[in-house]
Structure formats: C-alpha cells, structure tokens
C-alpha cells in the first residue's frame, strides 16, 4: 500500500479493499493524513470496483489463495479495471497461462482467458514470506481484451460448456459432447462441423474462441 500511495502521489487515488477489522484500524490509523487513501472495509466478492474510483482504474492485491478464482472473476466482470497484477500460487499462474494442448492448460484457462490476456511475469520463492508458505507463488499481468471471444450476457452458459467438457477432456470432442450435452451422434457431429471443430479433438486442444463458436451453436437452436 506504502509503494502504490507513493508511485500514484498526491494527483492519483489508492483505495484498498480489506475484510479484516484489525487490519482496517491499522490502514486508518497509518493513513489518516493521506486524502489520497480510502478505505472499503468488506469482503472485497461483494465489494463494486467502479463505484470506488474513476476510470479508467487499475488493480493489483495479494490476493487469498483459496479464493483466487472468485476474486478473478469477479475482477473480469464489467466494468473492468484497464489492467490487474495480482500474488497468486504458482500454479494457478502457470494455468491461467498455459498454452493451448499442454496438460496445466484446462477449465480455469479458457474461461480466464476468453475475456483477457494473461502472463505470468515472474516468480516468488516460499522464503520471500515470514513465515514461508508451504507452496511457491508467482505474479501474474490480467489485461481484459477490447474483443473478448464471450459477452458478459453469455458467460454462465460458456463458462458451464467449458466446465463440463473439460470434465471429459481426455475424451474425444464428438464423445464428450454427446455426454455433456445429452445429445445423440448425428447431432453431435452437426454441432461440431457448425462451429468447425474437429470430431477427433479433445477439449484441452481447443482454443477459447473455439468454445465460443460452439456455444454460439448450441445457442442457436
């Protein structure tokens, strides 16, 4: 918090999101004299992010492991920040980055990255924290993208095709289709060449905008 109040200076706005009421004394106490600092104290899942500050905005946290994928999501609905650095474990970094067809590229990947562009930018070893956690973490650069391959209206429903496909992601995409959507093989197999996926694929060689298609075809029967 010291280092964003610094590189924003008296011109910019730092407001920090925090749930724990001891900690929230702290901030008070530490930054009473810096308009500059605001202070929502909340579960930041609830919290608005627009509402807070102007825009365009940016946000950056260290953020809890056990809820990083809520957080994330929550921080890629509209309106979004123009871009998001966030401490997170290492491997949900490495997935949320992964190349397309390698075996940490899956659900949390596609869904992430049907709405922005993500990289890892670098690593944080155990021993950078006191005490050390028992597991490695990593910094990772969340920017949105001006053409995303999912509207907001439709990411449940894409979000809930790649969730169940990737549950049968050693599967063939003409097999697993037929089994998360209940459907028989002619229909299957229309489904697939309409969005021009290959019958013979499985879903962790799938691009996000090839899931697009498909649920743009699902959705139009």
Known sequence: TDELLNRVGRSGRVVAFEVDRDLCERLRTRYSERSEFGLVEGDVLDADFSSHVDSPFLLAGNIPYNITTPILFKALEPPRAERMVFLVQRE????????????????????????????????????????????????????????????PADQPAFRKLVQALFSLRRKQMHRALRSARGCDAPTA?????????????????????????????????
């Open 189 to 221: 197999t229309s489904y697939l060449e309409r969005a021009g996926i290959r019958a013979t694929d499985r879903p962790e060689v799938l691009t996000p905008a090839d899931f697009a298609r498909l649920l743009d075809v699902l959705q139009s029967e």
């Open 92 to 151: 949900v970094a490495e997935r949320l980055a992964a190349p397309v067809g390698t075996k940490e590229y899956g659900a949390l990947t596609v869904n992430a990255r049907a709405v922005a562009d993500i990289e890892m930018v670098f690593g944080v070893p155990a021993k950078a924290f006191n005490p050390p956690p028992k597991v490695e973490s990593a910094v990772i650069r969340v920017v949105p993208r001006a053409s995303p391959d999912v509207g």
